[in-house]
């Protein structure tokens, strides 16, 4: 016995050894990482800055330097913040050793207002006289958008060229919730809002079709319009193309003029080494948006010492903190600390999201009109400000958006999920209980809502709703009778907005920082971005199980998992939601 139990100290001494050595690596591998990543970055003559535009863009890149991982395939997955890649375009413009951008192409994981803040970049950087050249294996629709920008658009002879038009494709999840016996309760304010239709059914309402039709075709017509401009292309000849489908490749893009022409890599390599004024295609000095963004200074503190600060609100609207969404508790504080920063001369709030809980959404509306009465704020809104990502700008001085963000969706609801039939049918489970008042359980999921209980929650709705239209019409001096007209939960296109009065002008978060410091009276500024981020190593050793969990059921899942992401929030989501309906996807 004496034996066994120093055979287990030991193998228990040795599993603590172990651990802490394989946490000193950890560590080790972390902190070279990081090390390497901070080593500044040399720009040599003559180079050309290459956009890769094929990884995950966010408002603003993580902190530091450390990449999130991919523990299944043991790689790293960058992300690049849409901050650093509109800051790297400005410096190259103004970068003598730049000689040029070569974009590579093909699929942009990235919403059509981002697409459209990039081009706008580069239309600037255009402006210094150096060339832009874009070359593809595949150009995708948004890829050929931007790609448009360009000097000369050029496509492997055997690549594909997709220009089909655009579409919008809702999954309704009626029939499968039936078969499983699940019942979903439904309560909501506005004909429009069409974020609980997938729960209750088969199709798109009248109104749900009507409100897709106008914001896809609106977003689809300022595509066209720019493509047709830049390539000297009536849009009417670009849709007739597209509906007779005579632009499938290389060869047929060529022929109508959509490209300047169909070459290989290394032939698009022997004109850049042309238009760099190196000797041999050896010579070619390339830098990566990653690199060249440690090519300059970080921060440059203004002589003044003043700030605007840009608060970034990226994802669902939730209640708390600590989450990587938008939390009522994180975003209030970075508000209240702005408003409270006497070097904070003014407020841009970037806004990308949905929306979510009509509380939180509330709780940070109140901070927004508290800085409002004290400095300028600027709400900027990305490739989507809708429902409660709408709310918490109405009381911003001044919206802007580029005219493809999808906006408005003015409406609230509620929904309470019955899992009875599912329980019993399907799993053979049963409950019982006892309560002290007749509606103790309120809201129980395990059994259907009373029609009091019902009553209650409609009223709620209503509540909200009327709250909301009420923030819209003091924040934007509207009628109240004129935003219930055009709330209702309807989703808007930012042209249609601009015209309803929802937004006041067109731009991005570029055009709204300078509008910030015209309307704060200053020249001479820093730009302060919040929330603050936590150390990237601190937050990647808190997150590791979380995201390891994430990854292997986004692994499996594939393209679905966004299906599975879409259930698991409206599910458990709590109290009344400002939301917009269904995540909008344009093809």
């Known amino acids: 016995m004496a034996k066994f139990f120093k055979y287990l100290l030991a193998s228990f001494l040795g599993c603590i050894v172990a651990l802490f050595i394989m946490f000193s690596i950890m560590m080790g591998i972390f902190s070279a990482m990081a090390s390497f990543g901070n ?38 997955k960058q992300v690049i913040g849409l901050n650093d890649i509109l800051m790297s375009i400005r410096k190259a413009k103004e970068d003598p050793k730049i000689k040029g951008i070569y974009l590579n192409l093909t ?15 580069l239309l600037d950087f255009k402006e210094s006289g150096k060339f832009i050249i874009s070359y593809s294996d595949t150009y995708t629709q948004k890829a050929y958008y931007l790609a448009t920008v360009s000097d000369q658009i050029y496509l492997n002879p055997l690549g594909d060229f997709i220009f089909k038009g655009m579409s919008s494709q809702i999954t309704f999840y009626k029939k499968a919730l039936e078969k499983l016996d699940v019942d979903v309760q439904i309560i909501r304010h506005g004909k429009f809002k069409s974020a609980v239709e ?63 022409g169909v070459r290989y890599y290394d032939e698009v390599l022997d004109e850049l080494k042309e238009k760099s004024g190196v000797e041999s295609v050896e010579k070619l000095q390339f830098i990566s948006l990653s690199k060249y963004r440690k090519a300059f200074s970080e921060k440059k503190q203004s002589k003044s010492g003043q700030k605007i600060a840009v608060i970034y609100a990226e994802g669902d609207i939730v209640m708390g903190s600590g989450s990587n969404d938008i939390t009522s508790e994180d975003f209030s504080k970075a508000i209240r600390k702005a408003r409270k920063d006497t070097t904070v001369k003014a407020i841009v709030l970037r806004i990308n999201s949905g929306g979510g809980s009509a509380l939180a959404s509330d709780i940070i509306s109140r901070e927004v009109q508290l800085a409002s ?25 001044m919206i802007i958006a580029d005219p493809t963000t999808i906006t408005g969706s003015i409406g609230v609801f509620g929904m309470v999920p019955n899992l009875k039939g599912f329980m019993n049918k399907k799993l053979g489970l049963t409950f019982d209980e006892v309560v002290t008042n007749k509606h103790a359980d309120f809201v129980n999921p395990m059994r259907p809502l009373s029609a009091e209980e019902r009553n209650l929650l409609q009223l709620s709705v209503e509540d909200i709703y009327d709250t909301f239209i009420t923030r819209v019409s003091t924040g934007r001096n509207m009628e109240k009778d004129s935003v219930d007209a055009i709330g209702q939960g309807r989703v808007w296109d930012a042209v249609a907005a601009k015209r309803l009065g929802l937004i006041d002008d067109f731009g991005g978060i570029s055009d709204a920082i300078r509008m910030a410091a015209e309307k704060a009276g200053i020249s001479d500024y820093t730009v302060k971005e919040l929330p603050e981020q936590s150390n990237p190593l601190a937050s990647l050793l808190s997150s590791l199980s979380e995201e390891m969990r994430m990854r292997t059921v986004q692994k499996e899942l594939g393209e679905y998992y966004k299906h599975y992401h879409q259930l698991k929030y409206l599910i458990h989501s709590q109290g009344v939601q400002a939301r917009m309906p269904y995540e909008i996807e344009l093809y």
């Open 39 to 76: 080593k500044p970055v040399a720009v040599k003559e003559n180079t050309i800055l290459r956009i890769d535009l094929d990884t995950k863009i966010v408002e603003r890149s993580p902190q530091g330097t450390i990449p999130s991982f991919d523990y299944l395939n043991m790689q790293s």
């Open 198 to 260: 997938p729960f209750m059914m088969e199709g798109m309402s009248k109104e749900n079709r009507e409100q897709t039709i106008s914001y896809v075709g609106s977003i689809w017509n300022s595509l066209l319009k720019t493509i047709s401009e830049s390539r000297k292309l009536s849009e009417s000849q670009l849709n007739e193309w597209i509906d007779k489908l005579e632009v499938h490749n290389a060869t047929s893009a060529k022929e109508k003029g959509l490209i300047d």
């Open 107 to 121: 699929y942009i994981p990235a919403g059509i207002a981002t697409v459209e803040e990039i081009r706008n970049a």
């Open 373 to 397: 009465g004290i400095k300028p704020v600027i709400a900027s809104f990305g490739d989507v400000a809708a429902s409660g990502g709408y709310y918490i700008a109405t009381q911003a001085d």
